[in-house]
């Protein structure tokens, strides 16, 4: 393989990031409270450099994050495990760590009385059979596909694009019943 393909092909292959952290584009949480409404308080229990608190917060929510790690968001209110969480909230909304989506997605529907909205990979909706015994009412397909890089590459500096994945917003509505509906959120309105 000539050099240039290699390094085209390893572009986006980055060392794994401890505690799964890994960074949305800002437009994928503005995108979803443009077209998601909450009541209540709104949480995010890995919030990493808080790109959904400030997007809640500009759309007028009261909205505040924590982390099993300090990086660095002024806003965060205290490090903590979310699996450890008991204080319970209005709605959550994150992008959690893919490893542990199924476990966080349950414990987040344990603690909240309103929405719960996480971002996920769409490759793995299809084999999610645990899904159809929640209240799951909307599916957002993202577009274009975002790059989610880990969060020592936004430290970096570096600007990725040209997403590799696709990814979703799964929302869940506690008064929610029967089967999910499906919507694009686009980039650009």
Same mark, same amino acid.
Request: with cysteine.
């Given at each position: 393989m000539s050099d240039a393909i290699e390094k085209a092909v390893d572009a986006h292959k980055w060392? &794994? $990031?401890?505690?799964?952290h890994y960074v949305e584009p800002q437009w994928c949480s503005q995108r979803l409270f443009d077209v998601e409404s909450f009541d209540g308080t709104i949480q995010d229990p890995s919030?990493?450099?808080g790109r959904v608190v400030l997007a809640a917060l500009?759309?007028?929510?009261?909205?505040f994050g924590t982390d099993i790690v300090d990086r660095g968001f002024p806003e965060l209110r205290g490090v903590a495990d979310f699996f450890k969480q008991t204080t319970r909230v209005a709605n959550i909304v994150s992008n959690p760590p893919f490893d542990v989506f199924e476990q966080y997605a349950l414990r987040a529907l344990s603690l909240t009385s309103?929405?719960? *909205?996480l971002i996920w990979l769409l490759r793995r909706l299809p084999a999610a059979r645990w899904l159809k015994h929640t209240?799951? *009412?909307r599916i957002y397909f993202l577009t274009p596909r975002p790059s989610m890089p880990p969060g020592h590459v936004?430290? &970096?500096? $570096?600007?990725?694009?040209g997403g590799q994945q696709d990814f979703v917003w799964l929302v869940w509505d506690h008064k929610h019943e029967g089967s999910p509906s499906a919507h694009w959120l686009r980039r650009d309105k």
């Open positions: 060392k &794994r $990031e401890q505690f799964e919030c990493g450099f500009s759309a007028g929510l009261p909205a309103g929405k719960v *909205a209240p799951l *009412a936004i430290t &970096r500096g $570096e600007k990725p694009g």
